[in-house]
């Protein structure tokens, strides 16, 4: 059998004599009435208050935006080497995998940039022999 957890009454705080009399008439009401007729194993919601019956799990604490994978991925391929102070304010990775993914960005942000510098040159080089420039 279960125990609603939300069957009780308050009591008043800072409230008169009467009104506190009165409350805890309502809680022993209560506590007759939920005594007397017991709420079966398999129900969901109290026939008593009508509320849910099923323990809410404690949530996990939530990831800051900045240490989500996605958010790492989308600043990575927008801002490149930018990102990294996002890497190292990550909570979540250790320093090796903070320090391989440092070494990972910058090696590729060399070779892209050792790319572009050469297509620039053979881009300028075109237009030298076409006597654009």
């Excluded at 939300?6 to 209560?30: D, T």
Aim: with cysteine; glycine share 4%; hydrophobic share 45%.
């Amino acid at each position: 059998m279960k125990k609603c957890p939300f069957c009780a009454v308050p009591i008043p705080i800072n409230r008169s004599k009467a009104e506190i009399g009165a409350a805890q008439v309502a809680i022993q009401k209560k506590q007759r009435m939920t005594s007397m007729e017991e709420i079966q194993g398999e129900a969901v919601r109290c026939k008593h208050c009508n509320e849910f019956l099923m323990a809410v799990p404690p949530s996990a604490p939530k990831t800051p935006w900045y240490a989500k994978p996605v958010t790492l991925v989308i600043s990575f391929l927008t801002v490149g080497p930018f990102a990294l102070p996002l890497v190292w304010f990550n909570p979540v990775y250790s320093r090796r995998k903070k320090i391989v993914v440092t070494v990972i960005v910058l090696v590729l942000t060399y070779a892209l940039v050792h790319v572009f510098l050469r297509a620039v040159g053979t881009i300028f080089d075109y237009y030298k022999q076409a006597g654009l420039f």
